[in-house]
């Protein structure tokens, strides 16, 4: 079992930054891949940013290219989502995920084992 805890959700104004943080348990988190998606109203849950096991390889959504960065630290259990010029379309429920079968990246939901209870993005124009 493994349990994932965010943080670091909250109210910006467009073009600010927040940092969310995305705490494992378990001693095996270096080998999961990990992810963030995110879920506004009314909308599907999507992926926004994926990263291997090693943090070697990441990869994103193109809206959020260039203004987010997905990071880990395996010796915390902790995988972190930088989230820069934020825009109103950023407004999300912010969830992280843990792949724990095979070492490719992925954008797919059902790829995912375990989910974090989310943390809330508000961007304000």
């Known amino acids: 079992q493994v349990q994932l805890v965010e943080s670091g959700g909250g109210l910006v104004q467009a073009g600010g930054s927040l940092r969310l943080s995305c705490a494992a348990s378990g001693r095996a988190f270096s080998a999961y891949v990990m992810g963030w998606f995110r879920q506004a109203p009314g909308k599907e849950r999507e992926f926004v940013a994926g990263?291997?096991?090693?943090?070697?390889?990441?990869f994103y959504t193109n809206s959020v290219k260039g203004r987010f960065t997905i990071s880990r630290d395996n010796a915390k259990n902790t995988v972190y989502l930088q989230m820069n010029s934020l825009k109103p379309e950023d407004t999300a429920t912010y969830y992280c995920?843990?792949?724990?079968?095979?070492?490719?990246?992925?954008?797919?939901?059902?790829?995912?084992?375990?989910w974090g209870q989310g943390t809330q993005v508000t961007v304000s124009s």
């Open positions: 995920a843990a792949k724990i079968t095979g070492w490719a990246l992925s954008r797919l939901r059902s790829d995912y084992d375990y």
């Open positions: 990263i291997t096991d090693s943090g070697g390889n990441t």
